[in-house]
């Protein structure tokens, strides 16, 4: 989510948006989590880009037949010159006697080199490299109206895995739900390409079809999805006292720019109208900025730690609650799922370990990375973690994610009943619904002694 380029205070890794960013509110580049996602990722790009990767990726080549640009102070150190020129080696090998001449398109290898590089760390769905088309996504995708599908992805175990379909989105409405994986796009295989080839193959202009085959991991089945693109308004809080109760569902869908305010327009909002208690649901909520994660959690405690950072050294510094809170009294159950990524775990891991709120759910996600970004020369970037997240307790995110106190599966069939602009739910709607989490909620709220 910046004078010292650091993405990392409030752009937490998260998993990649399905979405175009179409318009801007001002120029003011919000501190991202991407994170995240939940980010936040690619595959090994084969035995011969990596033979030649570093090189590429910094654009050097050593000897005197071999072409070198870079800065003057990217210095070779003296133990990687072997290195490079393996490197150089491979890189000259390939223009010269790579039969398909038109694929030797130096930009689309040099891309792939960097991405390979970071892919040999092994931290695949978390750090990567952008192309500038994608630094301007990370910049600005928390602002304006989206474009595309509206659903967050990430590459987990070299497979392209959907994190949440966004409230009202093409996707969402499509039936695409949390877990499932991406199979093949319009038909097109994509399980040997990297996170921003799938992602590239699925946006699109709003009123184009894209076809997806998706993979239920639960039961082995796949199906084929047809979207059509379309703008995408964000509604990413909204509340309803539930029918018959004191009860307020404040369902928040992602942690972009404003949320905090928002909520609290709504908490004040919820305490004229008589409510006494809240289910913050964030089911399927993908992430997004830092700053915001801190300022909702800051409703619901007057002190205390949000999360910890933990750096390559493990020094651990702490991010703390802020003041003007508005809801530090009202009891208090989260919901969530395998949706729920990024800033959303911090909130639901920083009202856990306080004791502050009961989780109600399923195991989140698990992105759980501080990354920093590094500029390169040509507008691209590198996305590097350089921090952990950490529960206030000292519990790991990454890849664990957060258990609820009390676990309860959805069923697959079942659609999460949260409120809806323009449209409250009726009595019969929740007496009927299938929703076990938000029923379970209901119950642990009318006997707050239980767990």
């Given at each position: 989510m910046e004078g010292t380029n650091k993405i990392g205070k409030s752009f937490p890794d998260i998993p990649h948006l399905l979405c175009w960013n179409t318009s801007r509110d001002d120029d003011r580049e919000p501190k991202i989590m991407k994170i995240e996602q939940m980010t936040l990722s690619q595959k090994f790009i084969g035995l011969i880009l990596l033979v030649f990767v570093l090189g590429i990726a910094i654009g050097l080549v050593i000897g005197c037949q071999y072409l070198i640009a870079f800065s003057p102070s990217d210095k070779i150190p003296a133990e990687a010159e072997g290195s490079f020129r393996l490197i150089a080696e491979g890189w000259n090998t390939i223009q010269k006697r790579y039969v398909d001449r038109e694929a030797l398109k130096a930009q689309k290898i040099t891309y792939g080199a960097i991405s390979g590089m970071v892919n040999s760390l092994g931290d695949t769905g978390h750090s990567r490299f952008l192309t500038p088309e994608m630094v301007k996504q990370e910049t600005n995708q928390n602002r304006g109206r989206l474009e595309g599908i509206g659903a967050e992805v990430q590459m987990k175990n070299n497979r392209l895995v959907i994190v949440a379909p966004m409230d009202g989105s093409p996707a969402q409405k499509a039936g695409l739900n949390p877990g499932e994986i991406i199979l093949k796009v319009n038909g097109e295989d994509v399980s040997d390409l990297s996170l921003e080839e799938a992602v590239a193959r699925i946006l699109g202009p709003p009123g184009t079809q894209v076809t997806l085959t998706v993979l239920n991991p639960g039961t082995g089945l796949s199906r084929n999805v047809s979207i059509v693109r379309a703008r995408i308004s964000l509604h990413n809080v909204i509340w309803q006292l539930l029918p018959g109760t004191q009860v307020a569902q404040v369902r928040i869908s992602s942690f972009s720019n404003g949320i905090t305010?928002?909520?609290?327009?709504?908490?004040?909002?919820?305490?004229?109208?008589?409510?006494?208690?809240?289910?913050?649901?964030?089911?399927?909520?993908?992430?997004?900025?830092?700053?915001?994660?801190?300022?909702?959690?800051?409703?619901?405690?007057?002190?205390?730690?949000?999360?910890?950072?933990?750096?390559?050294?493990?020094?651990?510094?702490?991010?703390?609650?802020?003041?003007?809170?508005?809801?530090?009294?009202?009891?208090?159950?989260?919901?969530?799922?395998?949706?729920?990524?990024?800033?959303?775990?911090?909130?639901?891991?920083?009202l856990q370990d306080s004791g502050r709120a009961k989780i109600v759910g399923e195991k989140t996600f698990g992105t759980g990375t501080v990354l920093e970004k590094f500029a390169l020369s040509d507008g691209s970037a590198l996305l590097l973690a350089v921090q952990e997240w950490l529960t206030p307790k000292g519990k790991t995110i990454w890849h664990r994610g957060i258990l609820p106190d009390r676990t309860i599966p959805l069923p697959a069939e079942v659609i999460p009943l949260v409120p809806r602009i323009g449209k409250k739910i009726t009595s019969l709607e929740l007496k009927e619904s299938k929703d076990v989490q938000l029923q379970a909620a209901l119950e642990l709220l009318s006997k707050p002694g239980e767990k």
């Open positions: 305010a928002d909520l609290h327009k709504a908490l004040e909002k919820i305490g004229e109208e008589g409510g006494t208690s809240l289910i913050l649901d964030l089911r399927n909520n993908p992430g997004g900025l830092l700053d915001e994660a801190v300022g909702t959690v800051s409703q619901f405690l007057r002190e205390g730690d949000v999360v910890l950072e933990k750096d390559s050294v493990g020094r651990v510094t702490p991010v703390r609650v802020k003041p003007g809170g508005r809801a530090y009294d009202f009891p208090l159950v989260v919901l969530v799922n395998g949706g729920t990524a990024s800033a959303a775990e911090i909130v639901a891991g920083a």
